[in-house]
């Protein structure tokens, strides 16, 4: 059963934006702590960003600091991660996930499944 879908994705050019978006059709995770991975091919997945459950706290891995801002809508239950100044180095797929404690460390509950994004230099 999908609980996270993201319908974004797609091919963009280095220096460009792009935002991903995360819904959550026919459950709430208003509750949840969510975030962003991505697996480059031949790579781990590996962690993006995180929020909290009520968007007061967010964390970045620091190859996205100060280029990748994550957010999320409670009232529409989706998830948002705007990215910009993008570089080839970004292309991977994305995946939205989501924990009702946190999904910086440890298992996590829910995941998408996954959008290409591919940088173009």
């Known amino acids: 059963q999908v609980q996270l879908v993201e319908p974004g994705g797609g091919l963009v050019q280095a220096g460009g934006p792009l935002r991903l978006p995360c819904a959550a059709p026919g459950r709430t995770f208003s509750s949840h702590a969510m975030g962003w991975f991505r697996q480059a091919p031949g790579k781990e997945r590996e962690f993006v960003a995180a929020?909290?459950?009520?968007?007061?706290?967010?964390s970045y891995a620091e190859f996205v600091k100060g280029r990748f801002t994550i957010s999320r809508d409670n009232a529409k239950n989706k998830l948002y991660l705007q990215m910009n100044s993008l570089k080839p180095e970004d292309t991977a797929a994305y995946y939205c996930a989501a924990d009702p404690t946190t999904v910086v460390t440890g298992p996590i509950g829910y995941w998408g499944q996954g959008t290409q994004v591919t940088v173009s230099s």
């Open positions: 929020i909290n459950w009520s968007g007061a706290s967010t």
